[in-house]
């Protein structure tokens, strides 16, 4: 079946160039930046009276021209227009290995629906992260004040943004990029999607699975796992990366904390009373906020060389390499008001939460004060918006094969989930990074190989194929 199926793909796409299609619907205006001088940028209207913003970089070869690329950075809230505006490094796309793409595809960046420069905005207040209210409330008092604390933050999000933050959900976000190919002009999609980017790209798949030439779901979200289950993986997986920086650190001379015991330092550094000074913010980090900037640069080894420096610093008593950087952006907001909306908060009461905050610390005894699916649970609860996408049962039948990628070592979408997504996609193939960090597109030369290979042809990878 496997073969019958790739035979049939090759039959169906175009293996020679295809010009740019003169149908687009879409007004393209030159936007370009000190490192994209051919970008060009516009906003296009889609139901429900929004407006989407894009970006594209047209194909460096078009008379090879394949098509259209859709891409997605992740999130939920990553801004695609932006990554662009960068030259696409944020897509890996100034590696050698993506040099294919680059020439046969324009690459095609967008804010998805209440992100970044699309309209309305997600806007929230400046006191939607809040040092003083922990994640892991203590007692009853310290829950209630938590989901007070999510409830007006919500509001606040309410006011600002308007009755569409109702509507932020992702599958509502996959009918924009319906309307975004009908837009383009082109038949079928061609998508590269990474972290949250996978669940986006697979709701889509789901929804229009005829429209649908090549597909990459790499760092990969099961939304079918209920949120209480993705909780606990992400924990083990948060965990064994911290145990990997630990280790990584004995051998290497990049490691400022080389000669130490690492986790040692970690939980003596996650227990200084009242947490460690930052010039930057004129205040003390709080021990989950330095948690949240560790689990940061834990998602790139790349990053890993200054994590150290950064921790022994703080140890010193200086957390300005530690900050919290995804919680103090303004686009933090997008992140919880998506999230909200796709996984929301399991927990039923305090006990509950107390509960599975037992679970997490006994998963994870050394990285549990950070990670996404944590925050992302008990940044719900008590949130006022209701949830319009939940985690529910998903599959996907009838598109061309569609190729799924997990890592073994990735902190933030486990091995497990990259598992269960390709399960729920008929037809597609799993393909296994066995290299560290967040996504094999940013961490692996072999994988964004196979990646371009696949997209250019519609070939997947065989069957078990591992990247090492």
Same mark, same amino acid.
């Given at each position: 079946?496997?073969?019958?199926?790739?035979?049939?793909?090759?039959?169906?796409?175009?293996?020679?160039?295809?010009?740019?299609?003169?149908?687009?619907?879409?007004?393209?205006?030159?936007?370009?930046?000190?490192?994209?001088?051919?970008?060009?940028?516009?906003?296009?209207?889609?139901?429900?009276?929004?407006?989407?913003?894009?970006?594209?970089?047209?194909?460096?070869?078009?008379?090879?021209?394949?098509?259209?690329?859709?891409?997605?950075?992740?999130?939920?809230?990553?801004?695609?227009?932006?990554?662009?505006?960068?030259?696409?490094?944020?897509?890996?796309?100034?590696?050698?290995?993506?040099?294919?793409?680059?020439?046969?595809?324009?690459?095609?960046?967008?804010?998805?629906?209440?992100?970044?420069?699309?309209?309305?905005?997600?806007?929230?207040?400046?006191?939607?992260?809040?040092?003083?209210?922990?994640?892991?409330?203590?007692?009853?008092?310290?829950?209630?004040?938590?989901?007070?604390?999510?409830?007006?933050?919500?509001?606040?999000?309410?006011?600002?943004?308007?009755?569409?933050?109702?509507?932020?959900?992702?599958?509502?976000?996959?009918?924009?990029?319906?309307?975004?190919?009908?837009?383009?002009?082109?038949?079928?999609?061609?998508?590269?999607?990474?972290?949250?980017?996978?669940?986006?790209?697979?709701?889509?798949?789901?929804?229009?699975?005829?429209?649908?030439?090549?597909?990459?779901?790499?760092?990969?979200?099961?939304?079918?796992?209920?949120?209480?289950?993705?909780?606990?993986?992400?924990?083990?997986?948060?965990?064994?990366?911290?145990?990997?920086?630990?280790?990584?650190?004995?051998?290497?001379?990049?490691?400022?904390?080389?000669?130490?015991?690492?986790?040692?330092?970690?939980? @003596?550094?996650?227990?200084?009373?009242?947490? !460690? %000074? #930052?010039?930057? &913010?004129? /205040?003390?980090?709080?021990?989950?906020?330095? $948690?949240?900037?560790?689990?940061?640069?834990?998602?790139?080894?790349?990053?890993?060389?200054?994590?150290?420096?950064?921790?022994?610093?703080?140890?010193?008593?200086?957390?300005?390499?530690?900050?919290?950087?995804?919680?103090?952006?303004?686009?933090?907001?997008?992140?919880?008001?998506?999230?909200?909306?796709?996984?929301?908060?399991?927990?039923?009461?305090?006990?509950?939460?107390?509960?599975?905050?037992?679970?997490?610390?006994?998963?994870?005894?050394?990285?549990?004060?950070?990670?996404?699916?944590?925050?992302? @649970?008990?940044?719900?609860?008590?949130?006022? !918006? %209701? #949830?319009?996408? &939940?985690? /529910?049962?998903?599959?996907?039948?009838?598109? $061309?094969?569609?190729?799924?990628?997990?890592?073994?070592?990735?902190?933030?979408?486990?091995?497990?989930?990259?598992?269960?997504?390709?399960?729920?996609?008929?037809?597609?193939?799993?393909?296994?990074?066995?290299?560290?960090?967040?996504?094999?597109?940013?961490?692996?030369?072999?994988?964004?190989?196979?990646?371009?290979?696949?997209?250019?042809?519609?070939?997947?990878?065989?069957?078990?194929?591992?990247?090492?």
């Amino acid at each position: 079946m496997k073969a019958l199926a790739v035979v049939a793909a090759l039959t169906l796409l175009p293996l020679t160039a295809l010009p740019a299609s003169a149908a687009s619907g879409i007004d393209w205006k030159p936007c370009a930046t000190e490192y994209a001088p051919t970008l060009e940028c516009a906003n296009l209207r889609v139901s429900g009276g929004l407006s989407i913003a894009l970006a594209k970089l047209p194909a460096t070869d078009p008379a090879r021209r394949i098509g259209s690329l859709l891409t997605n950075p992740g999130g939920p809230g990553g801004s695609g227009v932006t990554v662009l505006k960068y030259g696409g490094r944020g897509f890996a796309l100034d590696k050698p290995e993506m040099a294919e793409a680059r020439q046969r595809f324009d690459v095609i960046g967008f804010d998805p629906r209440g992100v970044g420069e699309s309209t309305p905005a997600i806007t929230c207040g400046p006191d939607l992260h809040d040092p003083a209210v922990s994640r892991f409330p203590r007692s009853r008092a310290d829950y209630d004040r938590l989901l007070a604390h999510n409830r007006a933050s919500g509001e606040e999000c309410l006011k600002r943004t308007g009755p569409k933050l109702s509507s932020v959900d992702t599958w509502h976000a996959a009918d924009d990029v319906e309307a975004i190919r009908g837009a383009l002009g082109e038949p079928k999609v061609n998508w590269l999607g990474v972290s949250y980017g996978s669940e986006l790209g697979a709701v889509y798949a789901e929804k229009y699975p005829n429209r649908i030439r090549t597909m990459v779901l790499d760092g990969a979200v099961d939304h079918s796992r209920p949120t209480r289950q993705a909780v606990l993986e992400e924990a083990v997986a948060t965990e064994s990366a911290l145990k990997d920086f630990a280790t990584w650190c004995t051998t290497s001379a990049d490691c400022a904390l080389r000669g130490k015991d690492v986790l040692a330092v970690y939980d @003596a550094l996650m227990r200084t009373p009242g947490g !460690v %000074p #930052s010039k930057q &913010l004129g /205040r003390k980090v709080t021990a989950e906020e330095m $948690a949240a900037g560790v689990y940061g640069s834990l998602i790139l080894p790349a990053f890993w060389p200054d994590l150290a420096k950064a921790i022994d610093a703080a140890t010193a008593g200086d957390a300005d390499g530690l900050l919290p950087y995804s919680q103090l952006d303004p686009s933090y907001g997008a992140y919880r008001a998506i999230g909200c909306h796709d996984f929301g908060s399991p927990f039923t009461s305090y006990a509950d939460m107390r509960a599975m905050q037992g679970l997490v610390k006994t998963l994870s005894p050394h990285g549990w004060r950070y990670s996404e699916f944590w925050d992302m @649970a008990s940044g719900c609860a008590g949130w006022p !918006v %209701p #949830s319009a996408y &939940l985690p /529910r049962p998903q599959k996907v039948t009838g598109a $061309a094969p569609i190729l799924v990628v997990g890592g073994e070592h990735d902190p933030a979408t486990p091995l497990v989930w990259a598992k269960g997504l390709a399960r729920n996609i008929e037809n597609s193939t799993l393909l296994v990074d066995a290299g560290y960090g967040h996504t094999g597109l940013l961490n692996s030369a072999c994988v964004r190989t196979e990646e371009v290979k696949y997209l250019v042809s519609g070939v997947t990878p065989a069957p078990g194929t591992v990247c090492r």
